[in-house]
T-cell receptor, first 111, second 115 residues
Framework: GENVEQHPSTLSVQEGDSAVIKCTYSDSASNYFPWYKQELGKGPQLIIDIRSNVGEKKDQRIAVTLNKTAKHFSLHITETQPEDSAVYFCAAKDSNYQLIWGAGTKLIIKP | GAVVSQHPSWVICKSGTSVKIECRSLDFQATTMFWYRQFPKQSLMLMATSNEGSKATYEQGVEKDKFLINHASLTLSTLTVTSAHPEDSSFYIC???????????FGEGSWLTVV
């Protein structure tokens, strides 16, 4: 079945710098890749997603890139701000239409 | 965007009692709802998938008689933790999907503490 790996587990960046979180997946049939942001004690919130027929998607300071050949996708956050501090999860929708989750990345924005 | 409401947001119960957590889709019909458990500093662990009007499908290792899931309508699913024990204390999160769409929306989660 699908396996999703996420790196790094913790990422600390200076405010204003960019942050990149990477995920790899194993099932070439997966066709949908969302990213969620989870703040402490709250449920995850969808921040951006991408489908397999698209290589890149952007929404203001957030972008996601997908490399189907290499089976990896990345979250890019530019001009980071303190409110970007959270845990970010990637996921891949497998051939059974279930979301398989990465382990999460704790993003720390240093002032 | 779509809203999923989860209630209660936190609950404390005595060991041996049962507690019910509700998950409602407020502005869409959720044909499928998912229940997750999350331990501190860990990823989401899928417990079960429920489709409206049918029995829930439980993940391996999840006791279906202990974690009762009911998806009686297109906007409501409930998780009942029966005969709760301290080890059941956790953060429980539901999510919902409209039709066969890709997008899944999460509730705010429910903190359960069993004392």
């Amino acid at each position: 079945g699908e396996n999703v790996e996420q790196h790094p587990s913790t990422l600390s960046v200076q405010e204003g710098d960019s942050a990149v979180i990477k995920c790899t997946y194993s099932d070439s049939a997966s066709n949908y890749f969302p990213w969620y942001k989870q703040e402490l004690g709250k449920g995850p919130q969808l921040i951006i997603d991408i489908r397999s027929n698209v290589g890149e998607k952007k929404d203001q300071r957030i972008a996601v890139t997908l490399n189907k050949t290499a089976k990896h996708f990345s979250l890019h956050i530019t001009e980071t701000q303190p409110e970007d501090s959270a845990v970010y999860f990637c996921a891949a929708k497998d051939s059974n239409y279930q979301l398989i989750w990465g382990a999460g990345t704790k993003l720390i924005i240093k002032p | 965007g779509a809203v999923v409401s989860q209630h209660p947001s936190w609950v404390i119960c005595k060991s041996g009692t049962s507690v019910k957590i509700e998950c409602r889709s407020l502005d869409f019909q959720a044909t499928t709802m998912f229940w997750y458990r999350q331990f501190p500093k860990q990823s989401l662990m899928l417990m079960a998938t429920s489709n409206e009007g049918s029995k829930a499908t439980y993940e391996q290792g999840v006791e279906k008689d202990k974690f009762l899931i009911n998806h009686a309508s297109l906007t409501l699913s409930t998780l009942t933790v029966t005969s709760a024990h301290p080890e059941d204390s956790s953060f429980y999160i539901c999510s919902a999907r409209a039709g066969t769409g890709n997008t899944i929306y999460f509730g705010e989660g429910s903190w359960l503490t069993v004392v």
